[in-house]
């Protein structure tokens, strides 16, 4: 599991090894990673950290190559990953190369090249599950998020090919669509604001027909759902976990 240190990916972590599974977790937050892993020692699976740029192709073959000499092979690949750096709301002219490609490179390269490293262990083994986490904003967008935008999109898109590419061995993947969620990220986004917290967090609230933005839990609950033989008929697409943020239609 890549970015599973925090948010989304520290609840998926800890909802995997809640369920009895032996979970990699990877992630730059080396601190945080370590503190997932023990609250996961405690839980019924087994869980290891290991600090890595998934943005590296060498990274993305060491982690694979660990989870096998750990595990014995990959069932399950969750693509969770993504930044969106508090410095990156810019109009596309004004977005540095370096930028763009930094996050290109982490919330959609990494996915490409997880899934690279990850699909052939899956071959061997008869079938797997790939799981990536795109975005509302892969669906529709916002103001001054070229990058991110483009990185979701792009997520999305790649979903529905391997899904073609693999389905005849057995490998499904899907996508995840989150609303807002209360994590790290949307926490340092909603600090840029020159508007008091409680009411940028108010509005944000009030955005989704639910009335509230999400938790990282309930995305955990979605994506141990998509990687069970309960979702056994599903490959090649997205699932909105949003509050109802779609189903406003132009909803930024």
Known sequence: MTGGAKGIGR?????????????????????????????????????LFRKADVADAEACRALVAEAVSAFG?????????GIQPTDSYLMAHECPEEMWDRILDVNLKSHFLMSKYCIPEMRKRKGGVILNTASVQGLQSAHQVPAYAAS????????????????????RVLAICPG????????ASI????????????????????????????????VLFLASDRASFMTGE??????????????A
């Not at 972590?13 to 730059?28: I, K, Q």
């Not at 092979?73 to 990953?81: A, C, P, R």
């Open 11 to 47: 609840a998926s972590c800890l909802a995997f090894a809640r369920e009895g599974a032996a979970v990699v977790c990877a992630d730059v937050d080396a601190a945080a990673g370590e503190q997932v892993a023990q609250e996961a020692a405690e839980l019924a699976g087994v869980s």
């Open 73 to 81: 092979g990959v069932d399950v690949l969750f693509n969770n990953v």
């Open 152 to 171: 979701k999109g792009g997520v999305l898109s790649l979903t529905r090919q391997l899904a073609l590419d693999y389905a005849p061995d057995g490998i």
């Open 180 to 187: 807002a969620i209360d994590t790290p990220m949307l926490e």
């Open 191 to 222: 600090r840029t604001s020159t508007e008091k917290e409680e009411v940028v967090r108010a509005r944000l609230d009030a955005a989704h027909p639910i009335g509230r933005i999400g938790r990282p839990e309930e995305i955990a609950e979605v």
């Open 238 to 251: 997205y699932v909105c976990v949003d509050g109802g943020l779609m189903a406003k239609g132009a909803w």
